[in-house]
């Protein structure tokens, strides 16, 4: 179950990786927060009309854990967003990929896990093929303030849907997070008014995003969360970037580079090196605390 799971979390990676370079066209006419407030009301839309009983299954103790964790990411895309206006594209990828190197450090405090020295040398390499990736250049300020925060909101997000998440709430959980996240962005987008697509290419391009990148994929990582630890899951999610890369040679434009080849394959390598490593047992489990 744990390979099938992998295979899940790798395709909901692909997914988030097919959106950046519709983002990047999008957001020049319509304001970041404002996409992210539609995106995530058409999701969660969608999600009830799809499957209305599956958030009144939920216990009282899955719903208040889909609450608090609808609200964590929530937050998490505010600020990063936010951070985006201030700071670089490169940089804030950079900087909110650092997940990886949170998530086994909170998951070692709140859930006592112990991790193998191959497991850390796995979240190195993958940081530095971030690094490859996408930094040319570094400063610290505003922005970069509020997406080390997004970042660590997160991991802290991977960690708690690791510890919380099961097979058989997956779905509701996944809608009750999604509309949680719509609400928040909702609101914080408010106060200037919410800008809208004008065309229909923007809207079907602002469907796509809320149906696959949005909905289905924290549906399919909720569901891989109930069988992978939280650092693997950090680990495997790294190769966001490397998809990005891959979408937007095939389908963006953009040409190969060294430092693309590069990074993407020290990223690759991490995931393989802490598939095919060996891991204590203790690290390999899935613990599942109550709320």
């Not at 959106?19 to 957001?27: A, C, E, K």
């Not at 900087?95 to 497991?119: D, E, H, K």
């Not at 389908?251 to 020290?266: D, I, Y």
Request: aromatic share 6%; glycine share 8%; proline share 4%.
């Amino acid at each position: 179950m744990k390979k099938l799971a992998t295979l899940v979390l790798l395709g909901v990676t692909a997914t988030w990786g097919s959106s950046f370079f519709m983002i990047h066209d999008l957001v020049e006419r319509v304001p970041p927060l404002d996409f992210i407030a539609v995106r995530f009301a058409i999701a969660g839309c969608l999600l009830l009309l799809v499957a209305p009983r599956a958030v009144v299954r939920l216990s009282p103790a899955a719903r208040r854990q889909s609450a608090v964790l609808g609200v964590v990411y929530g937050v998490a895309q505010v600020l990063q967003t936010t951070g985006l206006a201030h700071t670089a594209a490169s940089v804030s990828g950079f900087i909110t990929g650092m997940y990886v190197v949170v998530t086994p450090l909170l998951a070692a405090v709140l859930l006592r896990n112990r991790i193998t020295v191959a497991t850390w040398a796995a979240v190195v390499l993958a940081a530095a093929g971030l690094a490859v990736l996408s930094l040319d250049g570094f400063s610290v300020g505003y922005g970069e303030a509020l997406t080390l925060v997004a970042a660590i909101l997160f991991a802290l997000h991977i960690v708690g849907l690791g510890a919380w998440a099961t097979e058989q709430d997956a779905l509701g959980m996944s809608i009750l997070q999604v509309v949680v996240v719509a609400v928040i962005c909702l609101v914080a987008s408010a106060p200037g008014g919410i800008v809208l697509p004008q065309t229909p290419a923007d809207w079907t391009t602002v469907v796509y995003l809320a149906i696959f990148p949005a909905g289905l994929a924290l549906l399919g990582q909720t569901w891989a969360q109930a069988h992978l630890s939280a650092t693997r899951t950090a680990i495997v999610m790294t190769t966001e970037p490397v998809f990005a890369a891959l979408f937007a040679v095939a389908l963006g434009g953009e040409s190969v580079t060294v430092r693309m080849v590069a990074g993407g394959l020290m990223v690759l390598g991490a995931m393989l090196l802490v598939e095919v490593g060996p891991r204590r047992r203790v690290e390999g489990e899935v613990p599942h605390i109550a709320v």
